[in-house]
């Protein structure tokens, strides 16, 4: 098993920034990706953004792309989603993910298997125009 609590999260006007961290417990070693999945009301998941283990590779979708980092300390278990430039249309819960894959890691592929692994309580991000 693994264990993820989230923090960082808040309410921010348009344009701002903030930075959610999530620190990693349990069975990590069993996982080789971990990333951000968000769900606005009414609205579907969609998975934000993904790092691999050694932190070389990382994943974006569209949507945030030049806006959102990631990154992780592995000496912590930790990682973080860096959020700038936010957008009302980033306002969601957002659920941090470790997720084992295999095969040839595409976006799509990555992004879309962080909603079927472990995931964590989740932290709200209100972004107000």
């Known amino acids: 098993q693994v264990q993820l609590v989230e923090s960082g999260g808040g309410s921010v006007q348009e344009g701002g920034s903030l930075r959610l961290s999530c620190v990693a417990s349990?069975?990590?070693?069993?996982?080789?990706?971990m990333g951000w999945f968000r769900q606005a009301p009414g609205k579907g998941r969609e998975g934000v953004a993904a790092?691999?283990?050694?932190?070389?590779?990382?994943y974006y979708a569209d949507s945030v792309k030049g806006r959102f980092t990631i990154s992780r300390d592995n000496v912590k278990n930790t990682v973080y989603l860096q959020m700038n430039a936010l957008k009302p249309e980033d306002t969601a819960l957002y659920y941090c993910?470790?997720?084992?894959?295999?095969?040839?890691?595409?976006?799509?592929?990555?992004?879309?298997?962080?909603?079927?692994?472990?995931r964590g309580q989740g932290t709200q991000v209100t972004v107000s125009s």
């Open positions: 993910a470790a997720v084992t894959l295999d095969g040839v890691w595409t976006s799509d592929y990555v992004l879309q298997a962080l909603e079927s692994g472990y």
């Open positions: 790092i691999n283990t050694g932190g070389s590779d990382t």
């Open positions: 349990g069975y990590t070693s069993s996982t080789n990706c």
